[in-house]
């Protein structure tokens, strides 16, 4: 039970408002007020006096489930769209369109939409500054897919959807694996925890200070409103250079909302299946660009289910255990080999 009330609290904090620029979409028209427009000139009028006016009334606008849903239907199918393509490439275990789901992420929800997950989120959480329901179903989708896919399987939205993740991940592919630079495992795994230290700190300024304005400096997420500082540009490319030489640098050490998201992945419902044979087997941990993979163990809190070692895992002429299976076959006693399956 110990183990279950961070990520739940996490659950609770990143179930939130949007993304800064988003947020600022989200929000409804600001005449929705019950009160009389201010120059109405029948206030304070009783029905008699109001009937000598014999104006025709004036046609209001009715705002019904069918108007709200038709203004928004546009973003609500791109969305679905977008988080069908999503699943599609996880399920399928598909190289090329998980690079079609990441152009998809940088162009739509980053450049187009600006929608990411941020720390502001988790502020909104605390403070119940949500969104309203009704004005931000496309907000709201967003937010289910990503709280629900993260239960399910983990930091899905860090290995698809995220727009910065999906920048750097797709810049990884570009660079020469010459330039790269690999982190020591004892430093890695100590970095790792920078991430974690920068949420409590930005958490913590946020409730003393009530002040948002701390997220442009720990998260690069503004990026896509192309609206930054020229010291805030500068730092970008600064992050960017370097995580031409580190890979998912920023990512893997320092983001507040991987962080989060990793306590919540804490949850996941349907794990990556371990062999027995991975014990000793190093093949998928040398593979992990994440620093997720220990020994036989996946680091939940690291893994953003990008597939590379579930592929290797189906690999039945690269993961051994298929060649153990295999013997096992030959010897008869294929049903305990298959069952030789942890985690
Ligand atoms: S770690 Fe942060 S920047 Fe990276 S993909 Fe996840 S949310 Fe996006
Ligand atoms: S290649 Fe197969 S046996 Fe080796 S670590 Fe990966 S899943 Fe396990
Ligand atoms: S290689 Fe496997 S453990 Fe590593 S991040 Fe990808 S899915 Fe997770």
Known sequence: MRRLWMPLLVLLLVWAGPADPALARAQPPTNDSAEPPAGDVTKGLDDDEEDLWDFDDEEEDVETWGTLLRSQAPDLALFTMFATLTLVSFFRKSVWLKYVTFVAAIGYMGFAKSQ?????????AMTGNMPVFRYSLAWYLFAGFTVVSTVLWGRLYCGRVCAYGALTQLLDRFVPARLRIEVPTWLEQRAAWIKYGLLGTTLLYFLVTANITAYRYVEPFWLFTRRGSTGLWIGLAVLLVATVFVRNLYCRFLCPVGAALGLLSKLTV???KRWSACDTCKLCEKTCEWGAIRGP????????RCDDC???YYDTSRCPHWLILARAKLRGTWSAAKTAVTG
């Open 116 to 124: 990411l997950i941020s720390v502001v989120n988790i502020y909104g």
């Open 270 to 272: 349907f794990k990556i």
């Open 297 to 304: 163990e996946i680091v939940l809190t690291e893994c953003v």
């Open 310 to 312: 579930e592929r290797l």
